[in-house]
């Protein structure tokens, strides 16, 4: 496995051998073979997660792997050429399934060591005849440039040098010819491209592959009208061009099966042929998946190997789909297919995130970075590939800022030599976010559920972006689901909240979305009280939040007083607050020296209240914040202070002594873990 991926072992390794060897039959960046897991028909591998997982590392490794020695395509379905015909090219002879088999044919012909390049005729034949629907009143300069491309596919000697001589550069001639002159312009095309595959191939490959498109439905044994057929059906679009588009897919994977068929091919081809699909979710993507688990399910079976990575799991083509965590694939994907499912013939992967240690192999590389780094880095990332490599990479830049998250996410960052730096958080968010959701994000990640995002939204957004474009946005994004939060993924959310809150140089955005949400939970007595006291917490007030919690201390449930205390110190502190709560230059974290009790001197409890428990809980608060901050280095000295104020606690309340006593030993530990802190049950209080 290559050293830029971590975790992944389960694809990847050679003792045991992981699940792309067994489907290959190859070790990876090696010519010896693996025995075939599923030697008749391997199933089409999708692996899924959300942004960030890894997903693309995977394929560019998997193709870094077995480029060479075993035919690979990879195509990336967000690119630009398969989002709209090239200049010139008419959209009823075009479409980003047809564009992606011609791109994905280039790179499978190309040579692999021991073996000769594959050679498309099927698939050549069909996407002349394609092309040739779009050449009405096209110049013979265009027709020669689309029709030479195509023609290639077909080579079979070296990719260096021009035409001239060569049997492509014929073709064309021929084909130019026959478009431009006074005939059917279609027909022409196609009687030429057949004319000369017959007549320049003696082989009974070629001899079948020219035949190939007689049984092409309503063909009648006739394979210039099976490519008229397809060509009329492309041009037709919807469901007839889909019907063509498979026929395409078909031609393809016929072409790459023959080129394994015989006793000679079979000696100098070792491991099967590899697809990679990137954003398979977008088109191309879905018609070549559908198109290959369809000719499965009726028997028209091949030896690909396919990989494709998706966005989520929940699509309708997958319904039936064997679904494995990539650990479990360590030594067997244990898939078999359902007769007559369609979808049964994938295997959807779901990627881990990164364990603690891949994240201190990653961050932690640099003897430079501060211990804790690594551990904080993981807690911030939630084991998210990107994040941390993104990390790893800021540490490696700006070494002076390694000791705050914070400070690294803020700072400038090149991920290119050519490019200017720009704050870290941003690059994340270009990958981790869509774009054109990006500024809604940034508003609602503030939010706890759909009425505050609304809250948010009548606020912040423009007029006509209002409850419906709320629910849209979540479903379309496929958020995780945690109760309390609108935007579920802590990671993301961190970055939309440090967007947010550097948006403007006064941070008046930041300061508005809060003051809206305090607003928006200002009943005093309302059971989401906890919801005002966050939010009034981020904006550096921190007095009502005490009082609660110091009043409510004896009359809540143990348990519920805990996870009010943990929900509301998880407010966000990106930036120094002075004594009044306001922002400030500075960078001295205030939280600390009040969690040390260092301002206990200079702070008045208020008239009427137990001074000594008013401040321990004061103490309290700073200290949970603090440690649960997901932008700071674990703390060890706050981390004493933790457990001994929980411990003093629990002296004070007889009725909860034995939740609290177990809250100061493993909250503290929880913490300094990267751990969110875990609220014990009534039976762990008692152990």
Known sequence: MGRRLHGRGALFETDPAGLAPRLVGLRPHQHRVTPYEHPQEPPLVVLSGARGLGKTAVLAELRDSYKGHTPVGLIDC???????????????????????????????????????????????????????????????????????????????????????????????????????????????????????????????????????????????????????????????????????????????????????????????????????????????????????????????????????????????????????????????????????????????????????????????????????????????????????????????QHPTAASSLGELLTADLRVHPEHDGRPAYLELLDRLVPPDRLDELTVLAAAHDHDSACALARALMPEHFGPADVRALGELLALPVVPGQFVGDPFVRTLLLLRLHHRDPDHGQWRKAHETLVDHYADPAGEQVRYRLHHELALGGTDSAVAYLRDSFTTLPTRGWLAVLRFVASAPYFHAHDADGRDHSGTEDRRTAVALGRTDAGHEPPEGVDAALHLRVRRLLHAVWQLTDPLTLPDRTVGQRLRFELEQLSNLRPAGNALLWRASRDWPEDALAGREPHIPDEDEGEA
Not at 107 to 122: D, K, M, N, S, Y
Not at 243 to 272: C, F, I, N, Q
């Open 78 to 396: 967000e690119d630009a050429e398969f989002a709209a015909p090239p200049a010139g090219r008419p959209a009823e002879a075009w479409s980003p399934v047809s564009q992606a088999l011609l791109v994905l044919a280039e790179q499978l012909a190309e040579q692999v060591t021991g073996a000769g390049r594959i050679q498309f005729p099927r698939l050549m034949s069909g996407l002349v005849a394609v092309a040739a629907g779009g050449w009405g009143d096209a110049d013979s300069e265009r027709i020669r440039r689309e029709v030479q491309r195509i023609l290639l596919l077909n080579e079979s000697g070296s990719w260096v040098g021009g035409f001239a001589g060569r049997w492509a550069g014929r073709v064309a001639a021929k084909v130019v010819a026959a478009a431009t002159g006074t005939g059917p312009l279609l027909s022409a095309a196609v009687e030429a491209t057949l004319e000369s595959l017959s007549e320049g191939f003696a082989g009974r490959r070629h001899q079948r592959a020219s035949a190939w498109y007689r049984d092409y439905p309503n063909a009648g044994d006739n394979a210039r009208r099976g490519l008229i057929l397809l060509s009329g059906h492309f041009r037709a679009g919807g469901t007839s061009r889909e019907h063509a588009e498979r026929h395409l897919v078909r031609a393809l994977r016929a072409d790459l099966t023959d080129a394994y068929t015989g006793v000679l091919p079979r000696m100098k081809r070792l491991g099967r042929p590899l697809v990679l699909l990137d954003n398979a979710h977008t088109a191309p993507g879905p018609g070549l998946i559908e198109a290959v688990l369809r000719d499965r399910t009726e028997g028209v079976g091949d030896q690909v190997v396919c990989f494709a990575a998706v966005r989520g799991s929940g699509r309708p083509a997958l319904r039936n789909a064997a679904r494995r965590a990539l650990p479990e694939l360590a030594r067997s994907s244990d898939w078999a297919p359902e007769p007559g499912s369609a979808s049964s013939r994938a295997l959807v992967v779901s990627l881990p995130p990164l364990s603690g240690d891949d994240t201190l192999h990653i961050v932690g590389a640099d003897p430079a970075v501060p211990p804790q780094l690594p551990q904080a880095a993981h807690r911030l990332t939630g084991g998210n590939p990107l994040g941390i490599t993104l990390v790893a990479e800021a540490a490696a």
